[in-house]
Nanobody, 117 residues
Framework: QVQLVESGGGLVQPGGSLRLSCVLS????????MGWYRQAPGKQRELVAE???????RYVDSTQGRFTILRDNARNTASLRMDSLKPEDTAVYYC???????????WGQGTQVTVSS
């Protein structure tokens, strides 16, 4: 059974940085498209960034140039480096894995990111 566990959330001041990590167990990371989503109070969950292999990546416009999605297949880990954080980045951040072949989707439990002075 594939499981995803996120870590690295917390409280940070505007302009600060955080790095979120997502460890995948029960599977092999390089068989999955990895993504980070977020959900702010009262809003729908939205895609933040996605990486299918070492080259193919996409980002939501509001995070372009500030966020970087990375994957380390050897460690079965995906991460999201977030710089120049803004209050509007405050949300619960979720890791998602989608299997290349079966299209099965798995979600982590989420980690809270709060950007506030």
């Amino acid at each position: 059974q594939v499981q995803l566990v996120e870590s690295g959330g917390g409280l940070v001041q505007p302009g600060g940085s955080l790095r979120l990590s997502c460890v995948l167990s029960g599977g092999i990371l390089d068989r999955f498209v990895m993504g980070w989503y977020r959900q702010a109070p009262g809003k729908q969950r939205e895609l933040v960034a996605e990486i299918s292999d070492g080259v193919a990546m996409r980002y939501v416009d509001s995070t372009q140039g500030r966020f970087t999605i990375l994957r380390d297949n050897a460690r079965n880990t995906a991460s999201l480096r977030m710089d120049s954080l803004k209050p509007e980045d405050t949300a619960v951040y979720y890791c998602r894995a989608r299997h290349f072949r079966t299209e099965s989707i798995y979600w982590g439990q989420g980690t809270q990111v709060t950007v506030s002075s």
